[in-house]
């Protein structure tokens, strides 16, 4: 049973697209999707080797001499789920709900970052009413990781000098640049020494995590620095010998949950400390996380790390920067610089934490990319950088950006459409940077709580937005 409206293309594309998997590093079914909807269209499309694809579409009549313009989205979306879920991104289809006007999935994220702009281009490319310049549907691999798929676009198969990016979150808002960023990975091999003997188990519950890029100024807490924060404060009081220690799930999402299992030598005031902490902890984000919970409970311990090298992870973890560290002066509200401490992982014979870094401008990111890796070497630890992307920068000129105003003010009467930078990264810089002359604007509907469970689709905005999306194809 269809739970969104077929009668509207865009609404069934992406209903269907939520029943085929597609988390990043896993979207060849849906480019065979893409291919197979191109090709049953008689439209001409090329598929890459990293499963891109691209779509062709010839202009409507009367608009044959106009210049070509690029409708792209990205095919991957960010696999999140709660705890309790016992969904398998691999095979399942998410289980869809709408809740007053907004579509969501039941105990999983949506994916409409960024299904939602792949629903919009389909759409559009089927549509054989509406009056468009030439298009070039261009689809992604990968963008929520690594930008593999951005990377690797021979922009040499595109002849075209217009890009419309459909990956942003807010209706009434269109992106004019975007931060550049790296993800960075500590590592170190450690020895566990089987044990059995009585310990603690400390669990952090309940935080609203989200995008790292998104999300970040808004201060939320990150509970791989709040286990970090608990266990720092405990060692203080006795040494600790961790046995596991596990926190987020993805590098650029703000963690949400965190675990881990410990003796203490000396615990006749653990459970003290432990509430001293949950109080003071819980009154600093009783603005941005009230839905917080701690908890201690007491268990068996069957392999331990040893006192000096849990001490060390400890104080690397308390002191690692995460979060929100400039701002700009110049453009009100946005997030020039930040550091996100995605992912810890002790496993039996190593242990790792992924960090993803985000700048406004290069010198940002390497500045701080440079901070952590120096940290890590007074450690003597493992540093790798990886997946680095650039900077959109704001351009000055833009016919672009100037017709989607005027197209915007008609359509909303008479509102204003407002331009800003984001924090996230887009594939955006990549494109620019290969093409310096594409001329780039990035539109999208609202969205809340990306990466997340929570997150959800306006469906009053999805239409509305695909309204304007035609309407400006329709003037450029």
């Known amino acids: 049973m269809a739970i969104l409206d077929a009668t509207k293309s865009y609404q069934k594309i992406f209903e269907e697209i939520t029943k085929i998997p597609h988390g990043s590093g896993e979207e060849k079914q849906i480019s065979d999707y893409l291919v197979s909807i191109a090709k049953e269209n008689n439209l001409k499309v090329i598929q890459d080797n990293v499963n891109n694809v691209i779509i062709f579409k010839d ?32 095979k399942d289809p998410l289980d869809l709900v709408v809740e007053d006007g907004f579509l969501k999935a039941k105990g999983t994220t949506l994916g409409a970052d960024d299904g939602a702009g792949v629903a919009y281009i389909v759409s559009v490319l089927l549509d054989s009413n509406l009056k468009h310049p030439p298009l ?22 595109i002849n075209a000098k217009k890009l419309i990016n459909i990956d942003g979150e807010e209706e009434d808002s269109s992106i004019t640049g975007s931060a550049g960023g790296m993800d960075i990975t500590i590592s170190h091999p450690i020895t566990h020494t089987k044990e059995n003997k009585n310990g603690y188990s400390l669990k952090v519950r309940g935080l609203l995590g989200g995008h790292s890029g998104a999300e970040i100024n808004k201060e939320r807490g990150n509970s791989n620095k709040i286990i970090a924060r608990i266990l720092h404060v405990l060692s203080k009081e006795s040494p600790i010998q961790l046995s596991t220690l596990k926190g987020g799930l993805k590098i650029n999402a703000i963690p949400r949950e965190a675990d881990a299992t410990f003796i203490m030598d000396n615990d006749a005031k653990c459970q003290e400390i432990v509430n001293q902490c949950i109080t003071e902890i819980k009154k600093e984000l009783e603005f941005t996380d009230s839905g917080l919970t701690i908890t201690l409970e007491t268990t068996t311990i069957e392999s331990i790390v040893d006192a000096e090298t849990s001490q060390s992870i400890i104080d690397y973890l308390y002191l690692v920067p995460t979060g929100l560290r400039h701002k700009s002066d110049h453009l009100q509200g946005l997030t020039t610089s930040s550091e996100n401490l995605g992912i810890v992982d002790l496993t039996e014979t190593t242990f790792e934490f992924g960090l993803s870094v985000r700048g406004a401008l290069d010198s940002y990111v390497q500045d701080l990319a440079d901070e952590i890796q120096t940290l890590a070497k007074v450690f003597g630890y493992n540093a790798i950088t990886e997946n680095w992307y650039p900077a959109w920068d704001y351009m000055d000129n833009s016919p672009m950006r100037d017709t989607m105003a005027k197209v915007y003010k008609e359509v909303h009467n008479g509102k204003d459409i407002q331009m800003y930078a984001v924090h996230g990264g887009l594939e955006c810089g990549i494109f620019k940077e290969k093409c310096p002359d594409l001329d780039i604007v990035a539109i999208g509907p609202n969205i809340y709580d990306v990466h997340t469970p929570d997150e959800k689709l306006d469906l009053a905005s999805f239409d509305r937005t695909y309204t304007f999306l035609c309407k400006y194809l329709e003037n450029l």
């Open 59 to 90: 202009a409507s009549i009367g608009y044959e001499n106009h210049d070509a313009v690029i409708l792209q989205a990205h095919i991957d979306m960010v696999n999140e789920k709660n705890g309790d879920s016992h969904h398998d991104f691999s």
């Open 136 to 157: 070039i549907g261009l689809f992604t691999v990968n963008e929520e990781a690594t930008m593999e798929g951005a990377f690797n676009v021979d922009m040499n198969l």
